[in-house]
Structures are given as C-alpha cells and as structure tokens.
C-alpha cells in the first residue's frame, strides 16, 4: 500500500519534471555543441540545427499548432453551449479584458522604469544608422474600428484555416451560444461538438507524450546556435527586463492572486508552471494554449470561462512583450543618444498596450511590433537590428510572461464571481495532459 502510494507520487511528479530535465539536458548539450564543434561546420549546421534538432524541435511545436484551431473552436463551443448565466460570464469578460489593458499597460511602466534603473545601451554612441532596416518591415498600428470590423469572419473555414484567432473565438462563440439556445432541435451538434471537445484533450494528451524530446531539441537548437556568448554586450537589456518581470509579479500579479484566491500563491505558480516549460522552448503563446487551459482546469477555472479568456489572452494579452518593448526603447533610445520627454514615455505606453493587442502570439512577433512603438515617438527603427542577436532569448521569458498574464488575469476573474473549485485548486492536481507523459 505504502509502496503504492510512493509510485503514485512519483508519477505524480514526473511529468514537470521530465520536461525540466530534458529543458536542462538540451541546454548542457546546445552549449557543450556550441563550443566543440567548429562555426559553420557541416554537422553543426546540417547535421544538428537545421537537421535532428529542426526536425524533433520544430516537428513538436507544429504538432502543438496543429491542436490550436480545433481545440479552440471545440473548447469555446462546448463552454458557451452548457452556459447557464450569461451575465455572470459577460461580466468575467469585461474584467479579464480589463485586468488584461492594466496589467499591460503597467509593465511597460516598470519596464521604462527599470530601463532608466539599468540604463541599457548607454555609451554606444550611434548617431547615425548603420542597419537598415527594411521600412516595409515596420509595422503599423490598425484604427480600433478596422479591429473591430476584422473580428466577425467574411468566412469562417477561412478563418480557422489561417489561425485568424479572434475570428476563430467570434465563430466559435456564435455557434455555442446557437446551439445552447436550441438543444432540442440541434441535439445531434450539441454531441458532436461535446464529444469534438473531449477528443481535442485526447489528442493533446497522445501529442504530450513526445514533449521531453520537443522540448530538449528546442533547447538545444536554440543554444548550439548562439551559445551564450552574445549574452555579454546586451546582458544590462536583459537583466533590465527580468528584474522588470519580477517586479510584476511581485506588485501585481500575487496581490492579486493571493486577494482573489484567499490562499497562498504558491499553489499557483504550482500549476501554471509546467506551462512555462512550453512557453519557454516555444516561443509562441498560441501554441502554449492546450497547455494553459489544462493549467486553469488544475487550478479549478471552468472551461466556460478559460476556453474563451486563454485563446483570447494569447492573441492579444501580452505583458512579457510589453515590459520587452519597454526596455527597448530606453535602450535604444540610450544607444543613439535620443532624450526622451515625459510625453514620449506616455506614448509608448499607449502605443505598447495597442502593440500587445496587434502581436500575435508567434515566434519573433513582439520585436516586429516593436517597431511601431519606435515609429511612435520617432526612435530610429533600424535600432531594432541591436537586439535582434538575442532575440530568441528574450522571446522565450517573454513568451512565458505573456501566458502567466493570460493565466493570472483568468483566475483573478473567475475568482472574483465564485467561480473557481476551490478545492480543485488547493489540491496537487497537475494540468492533466501531462499526466500521459513517460
Ligand atoms: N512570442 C511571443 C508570444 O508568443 C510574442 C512575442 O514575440 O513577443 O507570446
């Protein structure tokens, strides 16, 4: 019995810890490759990055996107279809969205903030561009109509078929609510799209069990390419963004958990963190979100809420990307010696908190975004291709900040209205796909 009971907890602790292990083993191995094998030689470059690692990295992440879509559509429809109140829901949204446009707009505070703490990128003196950049790459901000107006789907197939989030979220809602609203006419879709919802898990959870190795090839691609040696020059950017994030969390996201949730915040962090593991080797919030969902049902969040509030976050909730574009633009502004005015940084915050709405949650998509809020006070765009050596780096903290925002601005609301299991989440649940793992 006793023996049991360990073996249990045992494999209660596996999953996170698998993919951990394998984070760390890709990092030893990324560095160790790095360093040994000669620049440009054809197994380092053939062989490994664009060969084995490309294949087992890129292949998990793609197999990740390939759930996005129909487990969002499901997830969503089979959420608004078994709504009871609709009010209590609309009121969950109007919060989340709000708590989304606070907590954005506050990182790109802290992270001007620590810009001038850390002050990155003085003493490089650029005065004139020695980059350039291609302007059609600059990235411009869309009118909150045109926004609004792109939500609703001329064709919904179009939309799943390219990702178009928030009209996937848009299509998908209409045809819960339709079918929650005729269960008698429409029982046989009522079933389809419960049992498409149940099927989605079951397919996370069969693509969950390769994630060890999709997460160590990521790693290690990352870091056999650049090692770590272009850290050095840039290493005040990124301490400057880190403590900027730690910051967050410290002011803001555990007051706020802690208020809501009256426990301690530690269980939290317990179950969204297996999800950070994701974020961290993808890069990409969207691809994240089978995980995060099955985090908030760990932490007692009912689907009806998190399957539109997760998705919706990914697309448009992006605290890590802000704090990112924050300390950016002090740096560049250091580095080019451009002073900036009060209403410059209030500029920036306005316009980083539109960016955060206008980046998808993709690889790479914060530092494209980022300039618009360059364009936005007249900082040279090119100062973009400064940071682009460590990229990679940044995107992964920042992508794992995005999510934990989606996540902490979810639980606040569904706590807010009772909403939350309270015993689910002060239990040892861990996100269940992960339970398939080794
Ligand atoms: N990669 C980030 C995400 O998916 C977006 C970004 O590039 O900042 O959340």
């Known amino acids: 019995m006793k023996d049991n009971e360990i073996k249990k907890?045992?494999?209660?602790m596996s999953p996170t810890?698998?993919?951990?292990l394998s984070m760390l083993f890709g990092l030893v191995v990324g560095l160790i490759l790095h360093y040994t094998l000669p620049e440009g030689s054809y197994i380092k470059d053939k062989v490994l990055i664009n060969g084995l690692f490309y294949l087992l990295g890129t292949g998990f992440v793609r197999l990740l996107q390939m759930l996005v879509v129909p487990l969002v559509f499901f997830s969503i429809a089979s959420g608004v279809m078994q709504m009871r109140d609709i009010s209590q829901f609309g009121r969950v949204a109007v919060r989340t969205?709000?708590?989304?446009?606070?907590?954005t707009a506050v990182a790109v505070a802290i992270a001007l903030l620590m810009g001038k703490v850390f002050n990155p990128g003085v003493g490089m003196n650029l005065s004139t561009a020695e980059i350039v950049l291609d302007p059609e790459k600059v990235a411009e901000a869309p009118s909150l109509i045109e926004t609004l107006v792109q939500i609703i789907p001329k064709n919904p197939i179009g939309a799943m078929a390219n990702g178009e989030m928030l009209q996937i979220i848009f299509w998908s809602f209409m045809t819960g609510a339709v079918i929650g609203t005729n269960p008698l006419e429409l029982d046989l879709l009522e079933k389809i799209i419960s049992q498409g919802n149940d099927f989605m898990m079951k397919v996370t959870s069969v693509v969950m069990k390769v994630a060890p190795i999709g997460v160590f090839a990521l790693i290690a691609r990352t870091f056999t390419e650049i090692g770590l040696s272009i850290v050095g020059p840039l290493l005040t950017f990124i301490v400057a963004v880190l403590v900027a994030m730690i910051i967050l969390?410290?002011?803001i996201y555990i007051p706020l958990i802690s208020i809501s949730s009256k426990a301690s915040p530690k269980q939290f962090f317990k179950k969204v963190f297996p999800v950070y593991t994701f974020a961290f080797s993808s890069a990409s919030s969207n691809a994240t979100i089978p995980l995060t969902l099955a985090s908030c049902d760990s932490?007692?969040?009912p689907r009806e809420i998190s399957s539109f509030t997760i998705p919706l976050g990914a697309t448009i909730n992006m605290n890590g990307t802000a704090i990112y574009q924050g300390?950016?633009?002090?740096?560049?502004a250091n580095a080019y010696g451009i002073p900036l005015t009060?209403?410059?940084?209030?500029?920036?915050?306005?316009?980083?908190v539109l960016a955060s709405v206008g980046t998808a949650g993709v690889p790479g998509a914060g530092m494209i975004m980022l300039s618009m809020v360059l364009a936005s006070i007249g900082l040279p765009v090119e100062g973009v291709a400064l940071i682009m050596s460590i990229e990679r780096i940044v995107d992964m903290f920042r992508t794992a900040f995005n999510v934990t925002g989606d996540v902490v601005a979810t639980f606040v609301s569904a706590n807010k209205e009772g909403l939350v299991d309270r015993e689910r989440y002060l239990s040892d649940e861990k996100p269940k796909v992960m339970d398939d793992i080794n």
């Open 327 to 332: 300390c950016a633009v002090i740096f560049i």
């Open 299 to 301: 932490m007692g969040v």
């Open 9 to 12: 907890d045992r494999q209660k």
């Open 249 to 251: 969390v410290v002011i």
């Open 97 to 103: 969205l709000l708590l989304y446009a606070f907590t």
């Open 17 to 20: 810890k698998a993919i951990l």
């Open 342 to 352: 009060t209403g410059n940084l209030i500029t920036v915050i306005l316009t980083a």
